[in-house]
């Protein structure tokens, strides 16, 4: 399992909690912000999830966790580099967005190929119908 704190809860870090919060093998252990009504506070309290706006709260777990600054901002990532301990890892902001583009890449993939999927699928019972009005034709004769 892996332990994994969000640091930053707009758009980026709602977008990782999001893509984490569905993978089986990853526990959320918190969310931080300064603002409250940020859109990944607002989701994680949904889920029932830790949430707090000083992020060392998250430090303070005492699992081998990952942290992830989804802030963007040199001073927080300094901060948390300082702060952790041997049993934590921080994320920075550029490897976070690095995972949410190949997520979003693979969401894109993923749409397509539904679009194409469905397109083939009514290909197939245009195909099917024109079948079997050929067959019946054919039956008259």
């Known amino acids: 399992m892996l332990y994994v704190g ?66 963007g901002l040199e001073n927080v990532n300094n901060r948390l580099r300082e702060l952790a301990d041997n049993q934590t890892n921080i994320v920075d902001s550029s490897a976070a967005l690095l995972m949410m583009l190949m997520v979003e890449s693979r969401e894109k993939l993923i749409r397509k190929l539904e679009e194409q999927s ?12 024109t079948m079997m009005e050929i067959s019946a034709t054919s039956e008259k004769m």
């Open 6 to 71: 969000i640091v930053g809860a707009g758009k980026g870090g709602t977008a990782l909690f999001k893509i984490l919060s569905g993978i089986p093998d990853v526990e959320i252990i918190g969310v931080a912000d300064l603002d409250d009504k940020a859109p990944g506070m607002i989701l994680a309290r949904e889920a029932n999830i830790f949430t707090t706006r000083d992020f060392t709260e998250l430090l303070q777990d005492p699992r081998k966790k990952i942290i992830i600054d989804a802030t």
């Open 118 to 129: 469905g397109q083939m699928a009514e290909l197939a019972r245009e195909l099917s119908d």
